[in-house]
């Protein structure tokens, strides 16, 4: 029987037993977002996280930029809320505009603060293998991995993306936890072959149902972190349900780690006390 790794039932088994852990904390906290892009994506995404942060008690504190903003003016920003003592956390949605040197913002931002992890001194002590904050995508996906007891060790795992939230953070969790991990991308070739024989495979490519049976084989465990819609313009993933079918087991989208991910930005921060 395929086995579905359902986010929504884990953010809420997770959600009881962080309340103690905040409620534990005598400290106001308090969460900055800086958004330098405010399409409707991101705004889908700053709602889902508000709720949260008020579930939690937690202040947000949201930077809307309208896409015209400098590198230099995002710096600024960095700096300043590096410096206030009442905000523990800080994150900055991507996509940036084209015109910001986005690895300069970055080397600005301070580490303990970092709750997705993209610092230099984060990403740093990620390849060393160190104890960090880690992106919160990449995070939402190792838990999820956890809680469904899916082994890690010594497994083929394929990962078809290689950006800086999610590919490669998850390369080095997966190596820390023993897999054997190739990433692939959009110059990879034969990728339905390489997919074929994981016994895990994790994507995240933005194309809407791309991944068909040809990818997969009947061990796979497949996690699905792409976000697309339809010919319905209804929610979808990478994958296609027909893959379903036939895998061990799956992520659905919406469902899947979508919910565990700002389960994750919790954790982060919660971590932040010990960096």
Do not use: W
Request: charged share 25%; proline share 3%; with cysteine.
């Amino acid at each position: 029987m395929v086995k579905i790794l359902d986010g929504k039932k884990l953010s809420l088994t997770l959600k009881e037993e962080l309340k103690s852990k905040f409620d534990s904390i005598k400290q106001h906290l308090k969460l900055a977002i800086i958004m330098p892009i405010c399409d409707d994506a991101s705004i889908a995404y700053l709602n889902s996280r508000e709720r949260l942060c008020k579930e939690f008690n937690i202040e947000l504190c949201v930077y809307k930029f309208d896409g015209n903003e400098t590198t230099e003016e995002l710096v600024e920003l960095v700096k300043k809320l590096n410096l206030d003592d009442s905000i523990q956390g800080i994150m900055i949605d991507r996509p940036f505009p084209k015109q910001v040197n986005e690895d300069k913002v970055y080397e600005f931002l301070d580490y303990r603060k970092d709750i997705d992890g993209c610092s230099l001194i984060s990403c740093g002590k990620l390849f060393q293998a160190q104890d960090c904050l880690v992106s919160s995508t990449a995070v939402g996906v190792m838990t999820l991995l956890k809680y469904y007891n899916i082994d890690l060790v010594g497994k083929n795992v394929v990962i078809v993306n290689r950006s800086k939230i999610v590919g490669i953070p998850l390369m080095h969790l997966l190596l820390k936890e023993n897999s054997t991990v190739t990433i692939c991308h959009s110059k990879t070739k034969n990728l339905a072959r390489i997919c074929s024989k994981a016994d895990i495979i994790i994507t995240a490519i933005g194309k809407a149902k791309y991944f068909t049976k040809e990818y997969v084989n009947a061990k796979t465990t497949i996690i699905d972190v792409g976000i697309n819609y339809d010919e319905n313009n209804k929610i979808c993933g990478d994958v296609d349900q027909e893959v379903y079918e036939i895998v061990d087991s799956y992520s659905p989208v919406p469902g899947g780690v979508g919910p565990v991910t700002n389960i994750a930005l919790l954790l982060n921060l919660l971590k932040t006390f010990e960096i």
